[in-house]
């Protein structure tokens, strides 16, 4: 262990205060490098964790993401995604990972829809997500269409995965089962 020394303050040695001071900062740091790591742990880090079937959920409108692994770089996991159905017209964009979270700028055709008219205008959408909540943002910056001033503009997002496999509970073979759930029966003792 390695000790630190101080000055002394109006003639009393802080050396002690600076000790202990030094195992709170050790434990708080420790705490931290723990917590962050259950965190990485429990989040999607490989792109093909993340593959599947979603239901996104912008406001009240709702769309379909396929979502593949693309491949790339080992070290910052990318997928790639493909909206389908709901309003928007069919896009196409590639996430990566960083720091929890899941990054994408997608060109979208119809980017921005002027309401009272019903056009649309092409432009980047920004969406992230964090990795394990599934919750985050969708933005983009008008430039001054459908006679709105220039600003970002932002939406909360969800994905729900929608493709996960039921497995059926496992049955014992020749195990007596209850004729309306098909449960297996309590052995008797």
Not at 46 to 72: E, H, I, N, Q
């Amino acid at each position: 262990m390695r000790y630190c020394y101080a000055l002394s303050v109006e003639g009393r040695a802080i050396g002690a205060e600076v000790r202990s001071t030094m195992k709170i900062r050790g434990a708080m740091t420790a705490s931290v490098i723990f917590a962050a790591a259950a965190v990485g742990f429990a989040s999607p880090s490989r792109a093909d964790d993340f593959s599947g079937t979603y239901t996104l959920t912008v406001g009240k409108g709702t769309a379909t993401w396929t979502v593949v692994p693309c491949g790339g770089d080992p070290f910052t996991p990318c997928v790639h995604v493909a909206q389908t159905g709901g309003d928007g017209k069919p896009f196409e964009g590639d996430a990566h990972l960083t720091v929890g979270s899941w990054i994408m700028q997608a060109d979208r055709p119809d980017a921005i829809v002027c309401y009272d008219t019903g056009e649309s205008f092409p432009g980047i959408v920004t969406y992230s997500w964090d990795a394990v909540t599934l919750s985050g943002w969708a933005g983009i910056y008008n430039p001054g269409l459908c006679d709105q001033a220039p600003g970002s503009f932002a939406a909360p997002i969800t994905l729900v995965r929608t493709d996960l496999p039921i497995t059926p509970a496992p049955v014992t073979p020749d195990a007596p089962v209850t004729p309306d759930t098909g449960a297996p029966l309590p052995a008797e003792p």
